[in-house]
């Protein structure tokens, strides 16, 4: 395993929260399903909400630049069921390319950009892929073709007047070997691929479920090579109190993830912002303002990126 970063927790804490939430983009209650477009009187709401009350929380979107999965499942069953030929098209029906792009919904650019203490990041072009794992958009690409991907993204944030930070979570968690050397190519410097809600946690504890295995289950940590940060995801709304307590105490990152989608027609997405997730969150997050105070870090991911990076250039 490749080395801890140093320096990624400022001195004298003990610990740090960071939360982010992922698919944010601006459908709305009167599209297929809502993902940010009401903004307050939609999920986006229930951040607001939870930034309100907690003035240290920090925020980071993964935001998909030109969102254009409907449905997460195949729908062409037939087309699904033959092999080979099922991996080469779309499964199911897409946004046409440009209906949720972002720098088309002003209103809603206007409104992330407004929030307090919130950072966006990157979670794909269009969040979609041929065959039957739908939202799993870098899969087999190659090098050059996940450049290109990110510098699609990279101009569509810029024409939307997007101040992003330089990292990724990418949707389905799957993160290839070709798209962090595109990565590195496209000067990003975080990748938060792993998701763990099981693995014990230690000092040592690695990850081993959704996304990137092996690396720390509770720090940041240098991959690829020491050229890309990876954050974990360690914590939602089926994990005790207990193990955001035991992250802290062993000095490491408690990072809450959030989904924007709660339900997609048949799917139900466990930590979809909804109100009992929001009221969960914020149980825990005054548990840890009484107990922890002001020796908790309150971070995000972009942050703990700049000072990672800016500490090892003056080294
Ligand atoms: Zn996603």
């Given at each position: 395993?490749?080395?801890?970063?140093?320096?990624?927790?400022?001195?004298?804490?003990?610990?740090?929260?960071?939360?982010?939430?992922?698919?944010?983009?601006?459908?709305?209650?009167?599209?297929?399903?809502?993902?940010?477009?009401?903004?307050?009187?939609?999920?986006?709401?229930?951040?607001?909400?939870?930034?309100?009350?907690?003035?240290?929380?920090?925020?980071?979107?993964?935001?998909?630049?030109?969102?254009?999965?409907?449905?997460?499942?195949?729908?062409?069953?037939?087309?699904?069921?033959?092999?080979?030929?099922?991996?080469?098209?779309?499964?199911?029906?897409?946004?046409?390319?440009?209906?949720?792009?972002?720098?088309?919904?002003?209103?809603?650019?206007?409104?992330?950009?407004?929030?307090?203490?919130?950072?966006?990041?990157?979670?794909?072009?269009?969040?979609?892929?041929?065959?039957?794992?739908?939202?799993?958009?870098?899969?087999?690409?190659?090098?050059?073709?996940?450049a290109?991907?990110?510098?699609?993204?990279?101009?569509?944030?810029?024409?939307?007047?997007?101040?992003?930070?330089?990292?990724?979570?990418?949707?389905?968690?799957?993160?290839?070997?070709?798209?962090?050397e595109a990565?590195v190519d496209t000067?990003?410097?975080?990748?938060?691929?792993?998701?763990?809600?099981?693995?014990?946690?230690?000092?040592?504890?690695?990850?081993?479920?959704?996304?990137?295995?092996?690396?720390?289950?509770?720090?940041?940590?240098?991959?690829?090579?020491?050229?890309?940060?990876?954050?974990?995801?360690?914590?939602?709304?089926?994990?005790?109190?207990?193990?955001?307590?035991?992250?802290?105490?062993?000095?490491?990152?408690?990072?809450?993830?959030?989904?924007?989608?709660?339900?997609?027609?048949?799917?139900?997405?466990?930590?979809?912002?909804?109100?009992?997730?929001?009221?969960?969150?914020?149980?825990?997050?005054?548990?840890?303002?009484?107990?922890?105070?002001?020796?908790?870090?309150?971070?995000?991911?972009?942050?703990?990126?700049?000072?990672?990076?800016?500490?090892?250039?003056?080294?």
């Open positions: 395993m490749e080395k801890y970063s140093d320096n990624w927790l400022p001195p004298g804490k003990k610990g740090a929260v960071c939360f982010s939430m992922d698919d944010v983009h601006p459908s709305r209650s009167t599209d297929y399903y809502e993902a940010g477009g009401d903004m307050e009187k939609g999920v986006l709401g229930h951040l607001e909400w939870l930034l309100e009350r907690h003035p240290n929380l920090r925020v980071t979107l993964f935001t998909t630049a030109d969102w254009r999965e409907i449905s997460p499942r195949p729908t062409r069953k037939v087309l699904a069921s033959i092999p080979y030929l099922r991996d080469r098209f779309y499964l199911a029906k897409r946004w046409p390319k440009g209906t949720m792009r972002l720098d088309r919904h002003r209103e809603f650019v206007d409104y992330l950009k407004k929030l307090p203490r919130t950072e966006i990041g990157l979670h794909g072009l269009y969040h979609c892929h041929k065959g039957p794992k739908i939202p799993i958009e870098f899969q087999g690409q190659s090098r050059e073709e996940f290109e991907l990110l510098g699609e993204i990279l101009s569509i944030f810029q024409s939307a007047g997007i101040d992003h930070v330089s990292g990724i979570c990418p949707p389905g968690w799957n993160s290839p070997h070709a798209l962090l990565m000067d990003l410097r975080f990748i938060a691929s792993a998701r763990d809600l099981f693995t014990h946690v230690s000092a040592d504890a690695v990850t081993n479920m959704h996304g990137m295995k092996g690396v720390s289950l509770i720090y940041p940590q240098w991959v690829h090579g020491g050229r890309l940060l990876h954050m974990p995801s360690n914590f939602s709304c089926s994990n005790p109190l207990d193990r955001a307590i035991e992250i802290i105490e062993n000095g490491g990152l408690l990072a809450i993830k959030a989904h924007a989608v709660k339900k997609v027609f048949a799917y139900v997405s466990d930590d979809g912002l909804d109100l009992a997730y929001r009221n969960f969150i914020d149980m825990l997050l005054t548990f840890l303002e009484d107990r922890y105070g002001d020796s908790l870090c309150w971070t995000s991911m972009g942050e703990i990126t700049s000072r990672v990076f800016e500490s090892r250039k003056m080294t």
